[in-house]
Every structure is written in C-alpha cells, then in structure tokens.
C-alpha cells in the first residue's frame, strides 16, 4: 500500500485546512485508515481513524473541529476546523492492512497566531 498527503499549509489559528491521502496498491485488505501528527520533540500520536464500517475515532484534543472521512477505497480526508497554534505538526496518513502498517511521507501544518 502506498500512501500520498496532499493539503497541508500554514494558516491563521482559527482557520480551515482539508488534507488528503490517496491510497494505491492493494487496497481491499485494509482494515482502517488514519491521520497521525508529530510535533518537533514528539512523538507520533493519533488524531482520527476510521474503519471499513465508517466507524470513526477522535483524539480528544481534536473532537469537535476535525472530521475524518473516506470516499470509497482510496482516499482519506481530514478536515481540520478551528485550527490552533497547538496542532502545528507534520500529519501522516495510516493505513494497516493484514496487520502491517503503511505510512505516507507527511504534510506539514503549521497555524499561526
């Protein structure tokens, strides 16, 4: 399975972004999908994921503004609202499929005050 983010940027706190992950590859197998970020001197955590059911899972810290959505079997989005300084990151899309995980290369988000 590969994985490609698309949509990050810098934005004002308080503002919108829409990332994207296209999937290719062998995707009938994956189980879920998800976003993760790192910030500098952090580790990896999770944010969303959903399952093949639609099923969706929120970090707290996020509950609220981000949305998690998948449109058939090769992309995921995260749509990221009320953005603040704290969510500055690089987000990675997730996928695991027979029980191994793939990730993407990242896209960096950065909110500014």
């Known amino acids: 399975v590969q994985l490609v983010e698309s949509g990050g940027g810098l934005v004002q706190a308080g503002g919108s972004l829409r990332l994207s992950c296209s999937a290719s590859?062998?995707?009938?197998?994956?189980?879920?999908m998800a976003w993760y970020h790192q910030a500098p001197g952090r580790s990896r955590e999770l944010v969303a994921i959903?399952?093949?059911?639609?099923?969706t899972t929120y970090a707290d810290f996020v509950k609220g503004r981000f949305t998690i959505s998948r449109d058939a079997l090769d992309e995921v989005h995260l749509q990221m609202n009320s953005l603040k300084p704290e969510d500055t990151a690089v987000y990675y899309c997730?996928?695991?499929?027979?029980?191994?995980?793939?990730w993407g290369q990242g896209t960096q988000v950065t909110v500014s005050t």
């Open positions: 590859g062998s995707l009938f197998d994956i189980s879920t």
């Open positions: 997730n996928a695991v499929s027979r029980g191994r995980w793939f």
């Open positions: 959903i399952g093949n059911n639609g099923a």
